[in-house]
């Protein structure tokens, strides 16, 4: 493996750990109501500039090309994965504008609390398909690594 792959595959799965990180924070805000309301908008919007730099990274010549580049047959598994960043998009902002909207009444922690593990749980299964396409893409150069 080149120094530059590994550099990339290494940073690859550095950003999507902190991205994992972020959402672990968000969870336990959520699962111990430790936040106050605006807190909590305080915290899903930086959540979703977080997401917004991740995902702007990848589309624009980060993961995606680099790894079309390393291996072509991943094209379409690539666009696929670009595509899912508009609905993740749209969960995200709907995510803050419900935190926005409501005062902190029982109800509305609940609600936010179950649209959030739905869109947490989309995030990871993307995130989790990219990882596994580096893995593929790169894998016979890092080998057995993790
Ligand atoms: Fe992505
Ligand atoms: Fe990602």
């Known amino acids: 493996m080149t120094e530059l792959n590994r550099e990339f595959y290494n940073q690859v799965r550095q950003d999507h750990e902190e991205l994992l990180e972020w959402l672990g924070r968000v969870h336990q805000a959520l699962a111990q109501r430790s936040h106050s309301a605006p807190q909590l908008v305080d915290l899903l919007e ?3 500039q977080h997401i917004e730099r991740h995902f702007t990274d990848e589309e624009s010549g980060g993961f995606f090309e680099q790894v079309v580049e ?5 094209s379409e598994k690539a666009d696929a ?5 508009q609905r993740l998009r749209t969960q995200m902002a709907e ?3 419900a935190a926005r909207a409501g005062s902190a009444s ?3 922690w609940q609600q936010l609390n179950d649209t959030f593990h739905e869109f947490s749980r989309a995030l990871m299964q993307h995130e989790n398909r990219e990882n596994e396409l580096l893995q593929e893409a790169y894998g016979e ?5 993790d």
């Open 46 to 48: 930086g959540l979703g």
């Open 141 to 145: 150069d890092v080998g057995s690594k």
């Open 95 to 97: 995510l803050i504008a």
């Open 70 to 74: 390393q291996a072509p047959r991943f």
């Open 81 to 85: 994965l670009r595509l899912e960043h």
């Open 106 to 108: 029982d109800a509305w």
